[in-house]
């Protein structure tokens, strides 16, 4: 979906270092997502944000920060990063409500090394 | 053809015939589902959506049916064409929750 744009699309990095994934959305969207997707899982998801003020953790939050920095833009960070955080990594937007659908940006492919 | 949600999770279908691809899903308390599409190297795509108020809602092509009394949803694809071929995963959301649940998919491959 064009309207939730990724940053980087791919990216290499070794254990231990810091990294941001970025998020940005043209759809207007108060609420905003990031899930990680591994081989043979559903995606899970690591943190949510209602409004810019607003920070929730999801099932698997723990390595991970967030940053709300505007509506439209919503980062992921890793402090320090580790093998086994190594999987494609999908952002997520959708509009208030409970019966409203998600819509995922093209995904970021993290590797650690 | 038809798949058997998680526990078949390849689907080989002749193009133009009727493509059925099912999900169970685990809690009774959901009362909305969503069916994706995920191309290789793309995000998902929303393809339709349910409430547990409704047993089937049409789309273009598309059919989603729910059975709440088995915790069974099914997705059915028309004349399935070879753009047709990708993963498909449903996603349920439980009353008063505000995180979706997802699958883990069912490869489809339309054969020409």
């Known amino acids: 979906d064009a309207d939730v744009t990724q940053t980087p699309r791919n990216r290499i990095t070794k254990t231990g270092k810091r990294i941001m994934l970025e998020c940005s959305q043209t759809k207007g969207h108060d609420r905003m997502y990031w899930y990680r997707q591994d081989p043979g899982l559903g995606l899970r998801l690591i943190y949510y944000s209602f409004d810019v003020k607003d920070i929730n953790k999801g099932e698997i939050s723990d390595g991970y920060s967030v940053s709300r920095q505007a509506q439209a833009k919503f980062s992921l960070s890793l402090e320090s990063a580790i093998p086994n955080q190594t999987a494609l990594y999908f952002c997520?937007?959708?509009?208030?409500?409970?019966?409203?659908?998600?819509?995922f940006g093209d995904g970021t492919r993290l590797s650690i090394l | 053809g038809e798949s058997v949600g998680l526990h078949l999770p390849t689907l080989s279908v002749q193009e133009g015939d009727n493509s059925i691809i099912n999900c169970a899903y685990s809690n009774s308390a959901s009362d909305y589902f969503i069916w994706y599409k995920q191309e290789s190297g793309k995000g998902p795509q929303f393809i339709i959506d349910i409430r547990s108020n409704m047993d089937k809602r049409q789309g273009q092509r598309v059919t989603v049916l729910l059975n709440k009394t088995v915790k069974h949803l099914s997705l059915q694809i028309a004349a399935t064409q070879p753009g047709d071929s990708a993963v498909y995963f449903c996603a349920e959301k439980r009353v008063g929750g505000n995180q979706f649940y997802f699958g883990t998919g069912t490869s489809l491959t339309v054969i020409p």
């Open positions: 997520a937007t959708s509009e208030q409500g409970f019966f409203q659908p998600q819509h």
